[in-house]
C-alpha cells in the first residue's frame, strides 16, 4: 500500500528538478509540493554522526531535515525504513561518464612534428579549452550499473590529452534534460601524463617531454597574462579562466605523482592526485607532497603459479605488489593522508565496494572508508555545499541499505539522486537468506538459503543427500517444495510460512507426502563448532599476515628507505688511494660523518665499527660517467633540441640495476639523455644510494650537464624517419649553430633588464655559452668531432667530454688542445657503420696525448664489471695499474667536475668507498662492500642471507596463491618479463608514444 501511495505521488511529480521557465508541450505542467520521509531508519548523516530512529524528510530533491523528532509537514507522503541503513550517495571525482567518443588523427607513416591546430598552444596535447559539457551525452546504462553501484554523481571530464580541460558535475538522473543533470560545468581542470588522441604531434614522447612541458606552459601563461606574449593563444586564455578550479592530476605510478607534485609546487599549484594503487611503496615521500590522493580499488589477481618452472619468470616485486594492493589505502590513512576512491580502472562499478570490503577486512578504517566515498570527494571538487551529507539543504541523494557498510549482507535496497527514486529490493521484503537448521517431522535437515538481487533460491541436505527443492516468496510469505532425492519417487512436502520483520527464525505448516499437515521450524545457524572456528581464527590470521615492507619493496630491497652514515674504521687494508701517495699497504681508513676522516696506520676510534680489511684492497668507488640505468625514460626524440628536459624528472629508484651496479662496485653515475637528436636534455647525477627516493639520489650542488650527439642517431639513419630536419651531417652542424645563435639573441634581451619570455630551452643553452652548464657529447666520426670544437670555439665555449669517441685517436692532439675529455669504451667496435674504424688501443693513445680518458659502460650490465673494462687498457697500450684504476675512479671525477668530492681516498672527500677481495682490476676480484657516504649499501654476506630471505618471502606467498587458487578466486596467467637495458638509441616508442 505504502509503494501505491508512492507512485501516485510519483504521477504528480514530472520532475523535482524542472526548470520552471521552460515551456511544456508535452503534458499537463504539475510540480508537487509534497515531502517525502523516511522514517524509522539509521540514518548515517556524515562519517562522523549517525542517528538511530531517525526520519529523513526531503522536497523538491534537496534535503529538509534529518534526525530524531523531524516535524512533518500535512502533505508528506512517509515510507517505513524501520531498521535501515540510510547513507549520502558516493561522489566519483573520476570519469568519462557521458564523454562523446573522441576522434583519433589519422594515421602516418612519418612522425608529425608541427601541431594542427591555429590559434592555440604550440603543441596539440595542451587542451586547456575542452569542456566537459560540450561533448557530453547523458548515458543512461552507465548511469543505471553507477546508481547501482550506490553513486549520485560524478564529476566527468575528457579524458584525451595531457593538459585536458575542465570536467563538470553531473546528477546520475535519468532523462533528457540536461539542466537538471548538471550541478557544476566547471568542477575542475584535468591533467594526465598522457597524450591527445586528436593529433599525432611528436613532442613530448617521454616523461621529461611531459614535465619540461607542463614547466613552460606555466612559463607562458604569466607570460601571456603579463602581456609579454602578444599572439592570440586561445588555449593560455582557457586555462588563466580556469586556473583557480581543483586542479586534479592522473597518474600511472607512485613516482609520476611525485613528479607532478614538484612542479606543482615550483609553480604553486597543489594537485589532487589521481592516484596509481602503489603509493605504498613511498608513503613518506607520498606524504610530504601535501596533496589528495584519489585511490583506485583495481586490486592485481592473484598470478597461477601450480607451473613450478613459470613461477621462475614471476617476480617478487610483482608478488609484494599482489599483497600489498589491498592494504594501500589503509596505509596511506594511518600516515594521515586524505584519500578519496575512484572507479577507476574497474571491470564494474559494482567491484567498488567488494574491493572496498577486502580493504576494510585487512584494516581500513570504516570511518575512513566511508569519508573517502563521500565527503572527501565531494570536498576535491569543491561540492561540499552540495553532496557527501544528508544535512538540511543539501542535495537528496542518498541509499537506503539493508546493513551497515562493509557488513558481509550489506546490500543496497533503493538510491535516490535528486530526490529520484530508484529501487532494486523492496524495502519491505524480509531476506531470509542465510544457513538453518530445518527441523521438519522429527528429522533435522541442513538448509542454505541464497539471495541473488532479491532472487531467492534453497539447497537442502540430509547429511550429504540433496534434496529437490522450489523455492517461492511473495508478499511475505515463503513457501518451499521438497522433493525426495530419488527422482523415481514421486513424493513430496509442501511447507509454508508467514515471515515476520526482524525475526532470525521462521515455523510453519507443511503438507507431508501422505497428506498429513506437520509443522516445521528453520533456525538460523549463528555457532560453528570449536574447531572450525578456530580453523577459520588461524585462516584469518594468516590472511592478515604480510611480508615486511622493504625500499624499494622487491627482491634485496632495504629494510629502511634511508639509513644515517655509520662511524666505520676499516683495518689494515691495501688503500689504493688515487692520489700522489698512490697505494698504502696495511693501511687503516676512518669514515665518520659521511665523509673519509683519516688515513693512516694504527688509527683508533671508539665509537666506530671496526671492518677488517687484511688482505682485502680498499679503493674509491667507481664512477661511470655515461649510464642509462636508474632511468624510467632516456629520450625525448619529439624535438630536434630537448634542451629543456631533464633527466632529473626520469630517475627510477627502484631500477633493481642500481643494486647490481653497487654489488660491481659503483657508487656514482651520470644519468644521460639519449642520442636521438642533436641537441638532447640535461643529466641527472647519481649517487646509487639503493633505497633511497630519487631526490635523495641526485648528488647536492650537481654540477649542471648536457647531452649533445652527433652521427646516425640523431640524422635518423636508422630510424626510418625522414621528416625531422637534420637528416645530414652537415644539418646537424647548422641545429648547432642556430640554436647557439638564437641563445646568443635571448641572452643579449634578458641582459637589457625588459620583460621577456623565460624560455626553459634557452636558459639551458645559455648556461653553455655562459660556462655554467658542461656538454657530454655522443661522438664517432673524426670530421663531426672536429666540428663541435669549432662551433664551440666560435661561440666562445669549450666541450666538456666526447663520449664514445672511438675515432678519438684519430684527433687526441686537437681534444687536448680544445680542453675536451674523453669518456668510451674499452674494446667495442663494428657494432654499426660509424664504428667501422674504431680500435681498442683508443682509450690509451688518448691519454697518452694527455686527455682525461674515462671509460664508461652505457649499459646496464657492462656497468657491473668497469673494473675489467678498465682492466683492459693494460693489455691494450700498456697503460699502467694506477692509471688504469683512474680511468673509472678519479678520471670521470674530473669529467664531471666532482674530484673535488669523490673518486679518490683523500680526507675530507666523500665516504664512497669499495672494499674488494682482491686487487680490484683482476677478473677475480669481487666486491665485498660498497660504501656511499658512510653507508654500506652492498655487502657480500648480507647479500648471500638475503637470497635466503627472498626464497622464503617467494614460497609464503606462492602458498597464499595457491590457497587463492583453491578457494576459487581469479588468477592471472605468469608472464615472462625480461629486465630491458636502456640505451643511447632506445625510444620510448618508435613513433614517440609515451606508455
Not at 72 to 97: C, M, Q, R
Not at 196 to 225: C, E, N, V
Not at 313 to 333: C, T
Not at 914 to 932: F, G, M, Q, R
Request: hydrophobic share 35%; charged share 25%; aromatic share 10%.
Amino acid at each position: 500500500m505504502k509503494q501505491n501511495v508512492f507512485l501516485l505521488f510519483c504521477l504528480f511529480s514530472l520532475s523535482l528538478f524542472a526548470q520552471d521557465y521552460f515551456p511544456e508541450n508535452k503534458a499537463v505542467k504539475t510540480k508537487s509540493s509534497n515531502y517525502i520521509a523516511l522514517e524509522s531508519a539509521i540514518i548515517h548523516i556524515s562519517p562522523s554522526e549517525t542517528v538511530e530512529n531517525a526520519t529523513l524528510l526531503i522536497k523538491d530533491g534537496k534535503i529538509v531535515d534529518a534526525g530524531k523528532n523531524v516535524k512533518l509537514p500535512e502533505n508528506t507522503v512517509k515510507i517505513d525504513a524501520k531498521g535501515k541503513h540510510i547513507y549520502p550517495s558516493f561522489v566519483e571525482v573520476y570519469s568519462d561518464f557521458g564523454i562523446k567518443d573522441i576522434k583519433t588523427a589519422p594515421s602516418s607513416s612519418q612522425p608529425q612534428y608541427e601541431p594542427n591546430r591555429k590559434g592555440y598552444y604550440w603543441n596539440d596535447h595542451v587542451r586547456p579549452e575542452q569542456s566537459a559539457t560540450s561533448h557530453f551525452k547523458f548515458d543512461e546504462k552507465t548511469a543505471a550499473s553507477l546508481r547501482k553501484a550506490g553513486f549520485g554523481a560524478v564529476n566527468t571530464h575528457m579524458t584525451d590529452g595531457f593538459i585536458r580541460g575542465n570536467g563538470a558535475l553531473m546528477a546520475l538522473v535519468e532523462g533528457d534534460n540536461f539542466n537538471s543533470n548538471l550541478l557544476n560545468e566547471n568542477s575542475g581542470m584535468y591533467y594526465e601524463f598522457s597524450k591527445s588522441k586528436q593529433s599525432r604531434q611528436a613532442y613530448p614522447s617521454s616523461i621529461m617531454g611531459y614535465t619540461a612541458l607542463l614547466r613552460q606552459f606555466y612559463h607562458d601563461s604569466k607570460a601571456y597574462q603579463n602581456n609579454i606574449i602578444e599572439e592570440k593563444d586561445l588555449a593560455i586564455e582557457a586555462y588563466l579562466a580556469k586556473k583557480s578550479l581543483p586542479q586534479l592530476f592522473s597518474v600511472d605510478d607512485y613516482l609520476d605523482a611525485l613528479r607532478a607534485d614538484k612542479i606543482g609546487d615550483k609553480f604553486g599549484v597543489q594537485y589532487t592526485i589521481i592516484g596509481s594503487g602503489d603509493e605504498y611503496k613511498r608513503v613518506e615521500t607520498i606524504k610530504a607532497t601535501n596533496a589528495h590522493f584519489v585511490l583506485p580499488l583495481k586490486f592485481p589477481d592473484a598470478y597461477n603459479v601450480e607451473d613450478p618452472f613459470l613461477r621462475e619468470y614471476l617476480s617478487l616485486g610483482d608478488m609484494k605488489h599482489w599483497q600489498y594492493a589491498p592494504v594501500n589505502a589503509k596505509i596511506l590513512s594511518e600516515n594521515g593522508i586524505d584519500i578519496s576512491f575512484t572507479t577507476k580502472g574497474l571491470k564494474s562499478p559494482d567491484d567498488l565496494l567488494k574491493n572496498l570490503k577486502k580493504s576494510v577486512d585487512l584494516g581500513l578504517d570504516k570511518t575512513t572508508a566511508f569519508a573517502a566515498l563521500t565527503t572527501q570527494p565531494a570536498k576535491v571538487i569543491g561540492a561540499s555545499d552540495l553532496l557527501g551529507t544528508l544535512e538540511k539543504g543539501k542535495i537528496a541523494n542518498f541509499i537506503i541499505t539493508s546493513h551497515e557498510l562493509f557488513e558481509d549482507e550489506f546490500k543496497i535496497h533503493e538510491n535516490w539522486v535528486q530526490g529520484h527514486r530508484h529501487s532494486y529490493e523492496p524495502l519491505d521484503v524480509v531476506d531470509i537468506s542465510g544457513n538453518y537448521d530445518l527441523v521438519l517431522n522429527g528429522e533435522t535437515f541442513d538448509m542454505d538459503i541464497k539471495n541473488k538481487s532479491g532472487k531467492f533460491s534453497v539447497e537442502v541436505k540430509k547429511d550429504t543427500l540433496k534434496l529437490g527443492t522450489k523455492l517461492s516468496y511473495e508478499e511475505d510469505w515463503m513457501t518451499l517444495i521438497l522433493s525426495d532425492a530419488d527422482k523415481s519417487k514421486e513424493e513430496y512436502a509442501i511447507l509454508s510460512s508467514k515471515i515476520e520483520p526482524f525475526q532470525s527464525n521462521f515455523s510453519g505448516k507443511a503438507i507431508l507426502a501422505n497428506g498429513d499437515t506437520a509443522s516445521f521450524k528453520a533456525t538460523r545457524q549463528t555457532e560453528e563448532s570449536s574447531e572450525t572456528s578456530e580453523e577459520e581464527k588461524d585462516e584469518e590470521e594468516e590472511s592478515m599476515e604480510m611480508l615486511s615492507m622493504s625500499y624499494p619493496n622487491l627482491a634485496y630491497g632495504r629494510d629502511e628507505a634511508s639509513t644515517e652514515p655509520q662511524r666505520l674504521l676499516i683495518k689494515n687494508a691495501t688503500v689504493i688511494t688515487g692520489e700522489s701517495e698512490g697505494t698504502l699497504e696495511n693501511t687503516d681508513v676512518l669514515l665518520k660523518d659521511g665523509k673519509i676522516d683519516k688515513i693512516g696506520k694504527d688509527l683508533s676510534d671508539r665509537g666506530a665499527k671496526v671492518i677488517d680489511g687484511s688482505g682485502k684492497f680498499l679503493t674509491a668507488g667507481i664512477i661511470d660517467e655515461h649510464s642509462h640505468i636508474a632511468g624510467t625514460s632516456i629520450n625525448e626524440g619529439g624535438h630536434n633540441s630537448s634542451a629543456e628536459v631533464t633527466m632529473e624528472d626520469a630517475v627510477d629508484p627502484d631500477d633493481v640495476s642500481i643494486y647490481r651496479a653497487i654489488a660491481g662496485g659503483v657508487t656514482s653515475i651520470q644519468l644521460l639523455h639519449g642520442s636521438a637528436n642533436p641537441i638532447g636534455g640535461r643529466s641527472a647525477i647519481l649517487k646509487l644510494k639503493w633505497g633511497e627516493n630519487a631526490e635523495d639520489l641526485i648528488y647536492d650542488n650537481s654540477p649542471k650537464y648536457i647531452k649533445f650527439a652527433l652521427g646516425e642517431n640523431v640524422k635518423q639513419s636508422n630510424w626510418g624517419g625522414n621528416s625531422r630536419f637534420p637528416q645530414s651531417r652537415m644539418g646537424v652542424e647548422q641545429v648547432f649553430r642556430d640554436y647557439f645563435s638564437r641563445a646568443k639573441a635571448y641572452g643579449e634581451k634578458k641582459a637589457t633588464g625588459e620583460p621577456y619570455r623565460y624560455d626553459d630551452e634557452m636558459e639551458t643553452l645559455l648556461e653553455i655559452i655562459n660556462g655554467e652548464r658542461f656538454i657530454s657529447c655522443h661522438s664517432y666520426v673524426q670530421s663531426e668531432i672536429n666540428m663541435l670544437m669549432k662551433v664551440a670555439e666560435e661561440f666562445d665555449f669549450k666541450v666538456n667530454t666526447f663520449t664514445h669517441i672511438l675515432e678519438g685517436y684519430k684527433v687526441a692532439d686537437i681534444m687536448k688542445e680544445h680542453g675536451a675529455g674523453a669518456s668510451t669504451f674499452s674494446d667495442w667496435w663494428a657494432y654499426k657503420y660509424e664504428v667501422k674504424d674504431a680500435i681498442p688501443f683508443n682509450a690509451s693513445i688518448m691519454h697518452n696525448q694527455g686527455v682525461t680518458v674515462a671509460i664508461n659502460s652505457d649499459d646496464g650490465e657492462m656497468i657491473r664489471r668497469l673494473n675489467q673494462e678498465a682492466a683492459k687498457s693494460m693489455k691494450y697500450g700498456g697503460v699502467s695499474a694506477e692509471d688504469a684504476w683512474k680511468f673509472v675512479t678519479l678520471n670521470p671525477a674530473k669529467l664531471l667536475h666532482l674530484d673535488d668530492r669523490v673518486g679518490s681516498i683523500k680526507e675530507g672527500k666523500d665516504a664512497d668507498v669499495v672494499l674488494w677481495n682482491a686487487d680490484p682490476l683482476s677478473i677475480y676480484a669481487k666486491p665485498e662492500k660498497t660504501i656511499i657516504e658512510g653507508v654500506v649499501y652492498f655487502d657480500i654476506e648480507k647479500d648471500k642471507a638475503m637470497r635466503d630471505q627472498i626464497q622464503k618471502e617467494r614460497q609464503f606467498l606462492i602458498h597464499k596463491m595457491m590457497k587463492a587458487k583453491n578457494k576459487g578466486l581469479k588468477t592471472q596467467p605468469i608472464q615472462k618479463k625480461e629486465k630491458a637495458f636502456l640505451h643511447c638509441d632506445s625510444l620510448d616508442d618508435i613513433n614517440h608514444i609515451h606508455e
